[in-house]
């Protein structure tokens, strides 16, 4: 369901994927990051790979060539405003601090 609300399930497994594709841990996913973690699947089409810019360039919303976490969910939740963006994000992870290893699909 992709309107005005993230649950928290989502929330989570769109944080999890992020923060795979944060591998400096800086809070933003470069392009080179981005282009890494798909290069580095085995299972990848070779076909895919040109049109990674494409995507990447929807997903950083304000084009300066990173992609933070409030951009993932704009681009997964058009429906939602900044405001309501921010709003989840203070709601379901008030530190920003969330790594891998404390994302658990599922957790209340």
Not at 36 to 47: C, G, Q, Y
Not at 48 to 57: H, Q, T
Request: hydrophobic share 35%; with cysteine; charged share 30%.
């Amino acid at each position: 369901n992709k309107g005005r609300w993230i649950s928290k399930k989502d929330f989570k497994l769109l944080k999890m994927i992020f923060v795979a594709y944060d591998t400096d841990d800086s809070g933003s996913v470069t392009y080179q990051e981005f282009q890494k973690r798909f290069s580095d699947n085995p299972e990848l089409n070779v076909t895919m790979l040109p049109s990674m810019a494409n995507i990447f360039e929807q997903l950083d919303g304000d084009h300066n060539g990173e992609m933070t976490f409030r951009e993932l969910l704009a681009a997964y939740y058009p429906a939602c405003s900044l405001e309501e963006l921010d709003d989840f994000i203070n709601k379901y992870d008030p530190r920003g601090r969330w790594s891998e290893q404390q994302v658990e699909i599922g957790a209340g």
